[in-house]
C-alpha cells in the first residue's frame, strides 16, 4: 500500500458495516448484491458496497419526508452555518478523499485535490447565498396592494452523478439544495460508489452534531434501475442527473412524464478555435490539458481544435511534440501527467471510436494504444492521441470519453464558429485569440451556442461562480454558481390587499 489508500480509507470513516443505503448515520442492511468497486489504477478491489432494494429505498424516501418537514423551517442563515462546517470538514479532509478519489476513479492526485477543492468552494458559496435567496418585488396595480415574490423549499431533491467528478457534482448540488431548505438523496456512480460513501460520512456527522433528522442527506447505491426509483418518483420534485446523453434522456422523459422537474448536465463535445492571432504558447498549453486532464474524461473534456489552415502545421507539431513528453502512469504517482480511464469498457470505447476515425477518413497525427506490462496491469492505461479529422465523421460528433482529439482545419472565422456549433451537443467551447474582434464575435449571439464560452482559456476547469451547463443534447441544466439555485426552489407570488376596497386586476367589474 504505497500510497497509504488503507490509512486514507480508515480516516474517512470507511469500514465494511457501513457501506451501502443511508439516511445519514443509520446504516441499512438491504440483503441484496454488492457493487464491487475496483481501481482503474491496480486493478484491485477496493470494496464492496450494498445496493439498494426497494424496501430500502422506501426506507430512505420516507425518513427524507420527515425530514423535509423540519429542515425546511431552520432558517436558511442556520442552514448555511451547517454548509459552513461541511465545507470547513472537506478542508480537513481534503488530502484523503483526494486521494480516494484519485485512487477510485483514476484521476491524477492533483486533479482529485482540484475537485475536493470544488467543493470547499461551492459549500463557501452555499454559505453566503443563504442570506441572499432574494426574491422581487413588483408594483401592483391595484390602489392598497402589495406585491412580491418569494422563494420556498422544493422537498426531496434527487441526484445521480457520473464517476468522472464522483464527489464535486453531488456537492454543487447538495450545498445549494441544503441552504434551500432541501432535503438530498444521491445515487453516486456505481463506478465510484467509495467516494460517496466517504462522503455521505462526513456530512452525516455534521447533521448529527447539530441534532437534525436522519434523512436530509441520503444514500443509494446501484445502476440504473436505482436511479430509476428515484426519476419515476413522484414524492421526488427534482431529479439532477450528470451523466451521458442517453442516460439523461431517460431520466427527463420519466421526469417529464409525471411533469417533476429535472436538472440535466450530459455531454459536451467541445472545441476550442485557435486563429492566427492566438497566442500560440497559450493555445498549445490549454489544448493539452484540456484533451489529456482526467484522461480526457470530463464532460468539458477539449475533443476538437478548430485550427485556422495558416497555424495548423505548427499547431499539430508543437502539440505532438507536447504529447511526447507526457508520462502516463498510476494517478497517484505525482511525476505521470495521465491516469487511466475509468475500466475495460472504456478501453473498448476508445478503440473503437480510433478504428471508427480512422474508417472514416482521419489521419494519425499522434497514434493511440493500450499499454500493458508494469504498473499498467489493471488493463485501463491508453495513449492519448490525436486524428487530423473532418467535423461531419459521425465519430467527431459522437462523444468519446477517452484522450483522442480531432483536428480540423477552417479558413474563415465564420466557417470555424460554424464548425464549433455543429455537432448535436453544446457544453464548453473556446477561442484562442489575442484580437479582440475575433474573441467578440465568438461571444456575440452570432458565436458559441455553448453554455459556457470562454477566450484564452481551455473548455474545462470551469469555477464554482459561474452557472455550469450547456445547450442541445447537454441537457439546459444549471448547476452550482450565480442563480443556478432557483432551480432548487419553487418560487411564489403573492398578492396582499391592505385597502379596504377589493378591485379586481384588469379592472374588471363584477358588481352585485
Ligand atoms: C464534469 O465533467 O461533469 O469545468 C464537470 C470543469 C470542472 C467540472 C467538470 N470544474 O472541468
Not at 467528478?165 to 444521491?186: E, I, K, M, Y
Not at 478501453?347 to 480512422?358: F, G, N, P, R, T
Request: aromatic share 8%; net charge negative.
Amino acid at each position: 500500500d504505497q500510497y497509504g489508500i488503507q490509512a486514507s480509507l480508515k480516516r474517512l470513516g470507511i469500514n465494511e458495516t457501513n457501506l451501502g443505503s443511508s439516511t445519514g448515520s443509520t446504516w441499512i442492511d438491504s440483503k441484496e448484491d454488492f457493487i464491487s468497486s475496483f481501481s482503474p489504477a491496480d486493478g484491485k478491489l477496493i470494496g464492496k458496497v450494498q445496493t439498494t432494494n426497494q424496501e430500502a429505498y422506501e426506507q430512505i424516501i420516507s425518513q427524507a419526508q420527515i425530514a423535509f418537514e423540519t429542515w425546511r423551517k431552520v432558517p436558511a442563515p442556520h442552514r448555511g452555518e451547517i454548509v459552513r462546517e461541511i465545507g470547513n470538514a472537506l478542508r480537513e479532509v481534503k488530502a484523503d478523499l483526494g486521494k480516494l478519489v484519485s485512487y477510485e476513479m483514476g484521476k491524477s492526485y492533483q486533479e482529485g485535490l482540484g475537485e475536493v477543492q470544488e467543493m470547499i468552494d461551492i459549500c463557501d458559496f452555499a454559505v453566503g447565498l443563504s442570506r441572499q435567496l432574494y426574491g422581487l418585488t413588483m408594483h401592483s396595480e391595484r390602489p392598497g396592494h402589495r406585491m412580491y415574490e418569494q422563494w420556498h423549499a422544493l422537498g426531496i431533491v434527487g441526484i445521480i452523478s457520473a464517476f468522472n467528478f464522483p464527489v464535486a457534482v453531488w456537492s454543487w448540488n447538495t450545498a445549494l439544495a441544503w441552504v434551500c431548505g432541501d432535503v438530498c438523496v444521491w445515487k453516486p456512480s456505481e463506478k465510484a460508489p467509495l467516494s460517496g460513501i466517504a462522503c455521505q460520512h462526513i456530512v452525516a456527522e455534521i447533521f448529527k452534531k447539530h441534532n437534525m433528522p436522519e434523512g436530509i442527506s441520503s444514500l443509494i447505491v446501484g445502476d440504473y434501475k436505482v436511479g430509476e426509483m428515484l426519476s419515476h418518483d413522484p414524492r421526488v420534485p427534482l431529479v439532477s442527473a450528470t451523466g451521458s446523453t442517453r442516460m439523461g434522456k431517460l431520466v427527463g422523459q420519466a421526469v417529464g412524464a409525471r411533469l417533476g422537474r429535472s436538472l440535466l448536465e450530459l455531454g459536451g463535445n467541445n472545441a476550442i478555435i485557435i486563429t492566427p492571432q492566438a497566442d500560440l504558447d497559450m493555445a498549445i498549453r490549454g489544448a493539452l490539458f484540456g484533451a489529456v486532464g482526467t484522461a480526457g474524461q470530463r464532460c468539458t473534456s477539449t475533443r476538437r481544435l478548430i485550427i485556422h489552415e495558416d497555424v495548423f502545421d505548427e499547431v499539430s507539431k508543437r502539440l505532438a511534440s507536447a504529447y511526447s513528453k507526457l508520462v502516463i502512469g498510476n494517478p497517484l504517482d505525482e511525476k505521470n501527467h495521465v491516469g487511466p480511464v475509468i475500466d475495460q469498457d472504456a478501453v473498448k470505447m476508445y478503440q473503437e471510436a480510433i478504428q471508427k476515425a480512422e474508417a472514416e477518413g482521419a489521419k494519425v497525427i499522434v497514434p493511440g494504444g493500450v499499454l500493458s506490462g508494469a504498473g499498467y496491469e489493471s488493463g485501463c492505461y491508453v495513449k492519448p492521441c490525436i486524428y487530423e479529422a473532418e467535423n461531419h465523421y459521425e465519430i467527431v460528433q459522437h462523444e468519446t470519453f477517452a484522450p483522442i482529439l480531432y483536428l480540423i482545419r477552417y479558413k474563415t472565422l465564420e466557417e470555424a464558429i460554424t464548425l464549433q456549433n455543429g455537432v448535436p451537443q453544446g457544453l464548453s467551447s473556446a477561442i484562442m485569440t489575442t484580437n479582440m474582434r475575433e474573441a467578440e464575435a465568438f461571444l456575440s449571439v452570432a458565436g458559441s451556442d455553448c453554455g459556457i464560452a470562454n477566450v484564452n482559456i481551455g473548455t474545462s476547469g470551469a469555477e464554482i461562480g459561474g452557472a455550469f451547463g450547456g445547450e442541445k443534447e447537454t441537457g439546459g441544466g444549471r448547476e452550482s454558481g450565480s442563480d443556478a439555485w432557483k432551480a432548487y426552489m419553487r418560487r411564489q407570488t403573492n398578492t396582499i390587499n391592505y385597502s379596504s376596497e377589493l378591485p379586481l386586476a384588469q379592472g374588471i367589474k363584477f358588481d352585485i
